[in-house]
C-alpha cells in the first residue's frame, strides 16, 4: 500500500525559507513520479514541481522556478521541496503526490496522480 506522509511545514516571513519533507512507503522506489502541488484557499490545486521516474529529471511550474528544489533521498524514501525566497502567493496547503503511470504531458494534472499526502499548511507573511 502506497502512503505518502508530509512535514515541514509552517509559518515563515518573506524572504524566508523552508523544507518539506515527503516520507514515502510502498513505492518501488525508481517507478513513480513523485511530484508537490499546492492549493490555496479558492483556487484549484495548482502544479509545483515534480521529479519524473526513473531518469530523476526535475520539473517546474513557473510560478516557483528559480526559487523551488525538488529532490530525493532514496535511501531514506523521502522527497524533499526547498523552498527559498518565499513570497505571501506561495501561502498554500502543500501535497506530494506520486504515481506510476502517468505520460509525461500528464505530469503536471493534479487527477492524473493516484497517491496523495495529507498535505502541509505554508504561511508566508510580509
Known amino acids: 500500500q502506497v502512503q505518502l506522509v508530509e512535514s515541514g511545514g509552517g509559518s515563515v516571513q518573506a524572504g524566508d525559507s523552508l523544507r518539506l519533507s515527503c516520507g514515502t512507503s510502498g513505492l518501488t522506489s525508481t517507478s513513480y513520479t513523485t511530484a508537490w502541488f499546492r492549493q490555496a484557499p479558492g483556487k484549484e490545486r495548482e502544479f509545483v514541481a515534480a521529479?519524473?521516474?526513473?531518469?530523476?529529471?526535475?520539473y517546474y511550474g513557473d510560478s516557483v522556478k528559480g526559487r523551488f528544489t525538488i529532490s530525493k533521498d532514496n535511501a531514506k524514501n523521502i522527497v524533499y521541496l526547498q523552498m527559498n525566497n518565499l513570497k505571501p502567493e506561495d501561502t498554500a496547503v502543500y501535497y506530494c503526490?506520486?504515481?506510476?503511470?502517468?505520460?509525461?504531458?500528464?505530469?503536471?494534472?493534479?487527477?492524473?496522480?493516484?497517491?496523495w499526502g495529507q498535505g502541509a499548511q505554508v504561511t508566508v507573511s510580509t
Open positions: 521529479l519524473w521516474r526513473n531518469t530523476g529529471r526535475t
Open positions: 503526490a506520486a504515481e506510476n503511470k502517468l505520460i509525461q504531458s500528464s505530469m503536471t494534472t493534479s487527477r492524473e496522480y493516484d497517491y
